[in-house]
């Protein structure tokens, strides 16, 4: 099992749940890579499971520094992933909360990778810390990929 975090963050919250994330799997010795910048190369990389942790941006709209990846996904016929989970980190007061997860989840979907749970959606809203909220639903997701 190999798992490569893609990061989509504007101003770094959901860059800091990656590195968060990218540790606890590195503590469980699971085979893990992170990508804060995620190219057109990143879709070559091997691993048999991809965790984008992505915020929205503006009106609903990606991170710039996924935007390409986003777009290298949607001209792709041969994506190396098999699995995959989105965590999504938004305000729930903007109307569209979360869209940009929203977005690689429906996109990875139609190009045939198995989703191995709903998205996360974490809601700058709620009291606990973000990556406290994503460390304790991991347990989960990591079994999914054991069984």
Known sequence: MSINIIVGSQMGSAEYVADQIHEYLNDLNITNSLFEQ????TLDQPCTTWIIC????????????????YESIESSDDLVAKNYAVIGLGDSSYDRFNQAAKDFDS????????????????????????????IEWLPTLIGKLTN
């Open 38 to 41: 995620p190219d057109e190369s």
């Open 54 to 69: 992505t915020s929205t941006h503006g009106a609903g709209e990606l991170p710039d520094n996924i935007k390409d990846f």
């Open 107 to 134: 996109l990875l979907t139609k190009k045939g990778l198995t989703q191995l749970a709903a998205p996360l959606e974490i809601d700058a809203q709620q009291q606990e810390l973000p990556e406290d909220i994503a």
